[in-house]
């Protein structure tokens, strides 16, 4: 059974902070992503991972960075965070083959006050 | 860029009825096109997919028909209960030769009213 988990259910930063989400998963996947979830706009792709140190833009990237040191381990980094990221944040993971199922984290809840 | 629009973003329905969601995507080259339901306060679960290799698949109560020549797909849920209640992303392949990039529609918030 695939697991994919986030460091943080809820968090709550002030604006100009540094932010660190993180997201592990154990299936051994190559591919993994980061999403941003917005009422109304659906899930878009911030940006995503095809394997370790490998990272490409997605279609939303200002204002991110990410990180991949491990292949489990994919890190979303917010370098100064504004009011106007206050979203959920969702990761996900597959293995590397086009069409294919992406397992989904529960998420986390990031509001920049 | 490539897109995927869903339509309704709201839809009410009352218990054993059936509901409709319609997704219509830009990219020809699109293979796969899979169908997520997000309950409140949960991750977003693949409940079915579908391939373009085929037109029609069905999971008991759900079905996804495919037209590729329009470039739409769609998800039917017959005999509707409380529990299908939440939220429904279409989803499609994103550039071709791409890494199972996904691009989903905004949603589809069903409600289904006992």
């Known amino acids: 059974d695939v697991k994919v988990t986030q460091s943080s259910r809820y968090l709550v930063k002030r604006t100009g902070e540094k932010v660190f989400l993180e997201c592990v998963q154990d299936?051994?996947?190559?591919?993994m992503f980061w999403y941003r979830q917005d009422p109304g706009l659906g899930l878009r792709l911030i940006y995503f991972?095809?394997?370790?140190?490998?990272?490409e833009k997605g279609d939303i990237p200002e204002g991110y960075s990410v990180s991949r040191e491990k292949k489990e381990r994919f890190s979303l980094i917010l370098e100064s965070a504004s009011t106007n990221q206050t979203s959920m944040y969702l990761c996900a993971s597959s293995p590397s083959v086009r069409g294919i199922e992406q397992y989904f984290g529960p998420g986390t809840r990031l509001t920049v006050t | 860029g490539e897109n995927v629009e869903q339509h309704p973003s709201t839809l009410s329905v009352q218990e054993g009825d059936s509901a409709v969601i319609k997704c219509t995507y830009s990219d020809s080259a699109s293979n796969y096109f899979p169908w997520y339901k997000q309950e409140l306060g949960k991750r977003p679960q693949l409940i079915i997919d579908?391939?373009?290799?085929?037109g029609e698949k069905k999971d008991q109560r759900i079905a996804v028909t495919l037209n590729k020549t329009a470039k739409h797909f769609s998800l039917h849920i017959t005999e509707t209960q409380p529990e299908d209640s939440a939220v429904y992303f279409c989803a499609a392949t994103g550039p071709s030769g791409g890494y199972n990039k996904l691009i989903f529609g905004a949603g589809t918030r069903l409600a289904v009213h006992p």
């Open positions: 299936m051994d996947h190559e591919n």
């Open positions: 991972s095809y394997d370790v140190k490998m990272k």
């Open positions: 579908i391939r373009s290799n085929v």
